[in-house]
Structure formats: C-alpha cells, structure tokens
C-alpha cells in the first residue's frame, strides 16, 4: 500500500495551471480549482460507471456558508424602513439565512473513477482538484465534473513569495474606500461566466474554520499564482481594495463581478496544512 501510494503521488507532479481563461463551450459555466480533504467518496452506474464525493473545503472546515451579497442587497432593498427595528431585525435575519449558499462540504462527480478511487488511499491529505461545472450533467449526481488531482505539497518551490500588481488597478486605485488584508487560505480559484467571464476567489478566513469570504481578481498571472500558492497549502496574507459599491457597478457590468473585493497582493506565509 506504501509504494502504490508513493507511486500514485509521484505521478501528480508539481502544480501545472491549467488554462481556465476563454472557455468557449456555452455548457461550461464555471472551471477552476477547489482545495481540501475528501470526505466521502463512492461509484455509482451500471453501463455509464461515474465516481461521487464530497470535499470539506480549506482546512478543518465542516459545514461552511457564504452569503450571496447580490441576493442579500436585493432582500434589504425591499425592506420598509418604517417599520419597527424588531420587524426590521427578523427580516434582516431572514435575508442572511435565503441568500446563504453552502460551500463545503462541495459536492463533485468524476468519470476517471480510477483516478479518483486512489485518493482514499492519500488518508485525511489535502488535495487540489481541476473540475468544471455545467449548465446540466443528466447522468451524474452533479454538475461539477472533477478532471484532475493532485496531493498538496507544502515544500513545492513557489517561483516567488509574494505578488503585488496594485499599480495596474488604475480604476480601483482611485476609486477605493478601504484597502486591508486578511489571511487565510484559497479554498477556491475558478473562471465564472461565459461571454463575461471574471475570476472568482473563496478565501477561508484563519488557518481553519468555516468562516469564507468571496473576492475576485482581475489579473490572469495573479490568479495563476494564487492557484500555485494553492497547491502548497500555505497560509497567505491577502491584502485587498473595498470599492464603493456604485465604483464597482461598471465591473459589475462588463465581467459579471458578484463583489466589490479586489484581490492586488498577496504574501505566501510560513504555516502548512496538515494532515487532518
């Protein structure tokens, strides 16, 4: 079992970025990488044999929302502002619960059963999986097909530490309202959307927990180096720009941004995930 798990690990080799830019298959709607530890894993089928599994994204996550900010600025505009703050409370409570979306544990299908199938013997490592998710999948559980894995490797040389491309944000640099930083780690980096197609991050916030924020980013190197960054598992220091949300209208747009987060830097941190 030793050397079948040595062999299938040095199979995966370094983290290689697969080109998610430009997809120009209506049917794609998303495709990109998601990070964490397989939960639970089964086949399924008779003649078409499929793979199903669920992974606990980040790292010791459990059962994790993130509140959709375009569902959530709708709910409170219909809010009447004259009525009572006890009425105003239950339906600002009731917004935050409708426009939740769960994102771990992510649910996934694979028709590269074999593939997929070894990983149970990777025992509680975190892995990296490529997938892309379709309009409508008939045959499988999901829509989010998983095309690739490889086991995070926390000593994998990164081409640097840190990444800072603030200079090229012109229309945020002068626009912004608040800049900060965050660490954590990116439980997801994928391309969204088909004709206006945007780069969407999920960050765990601290080193584990079921707390994530949604950002995006503009810049395709940056994003590759994130998904490098990804690989490893290190903790990362995120540092951001906040526009007002009528700056962030006009991108909103054009590209199909869902927040008015703009990742410009981010430093690669000393701490690993390890083995759960």
Known sequence: MIIQLLLFISTLGAAEVQDTRDSWNPFITENGYQLGYLVDAGSKGLIVNTFEGSLKLGNDSSIAYVRDEVCYQRE?????????????SALLNDASVSCREQVSPWRFSSFNTELVKNLQNLDHTAILVYF????????????SIVESVQAVDPNAPLSQKSMNVLDRYWFSK???????????RFAKASLSGYIRDHYTLLMQLGDSGNIFM?????????????????ATGRLLRV???QLYSVAAIPQSIIFGYNTDYRVYQVDVLDQKMEKE
């Open 174 to 184: 002068h626009l912004k309202y608040q800049t900060g930083f965050k660490d954590g």
């Open 132 to 143: 892309k998710r379709y309009k409508y999948y008939p045959i499988t559980d999901t829509d």
């Open 214 to 230: 949604r950002l995006n980013v503009d810049y395709k190197d940056l994003y590759e180096f994130i998904v490098q960054c990804m």
């Open 239 to 241: 540092h951001f720009i």
């Open 76 to 88: 409170l505009s219909k809010i009447n502002p004259q009525i009572s703050e006890t009425a105003k």
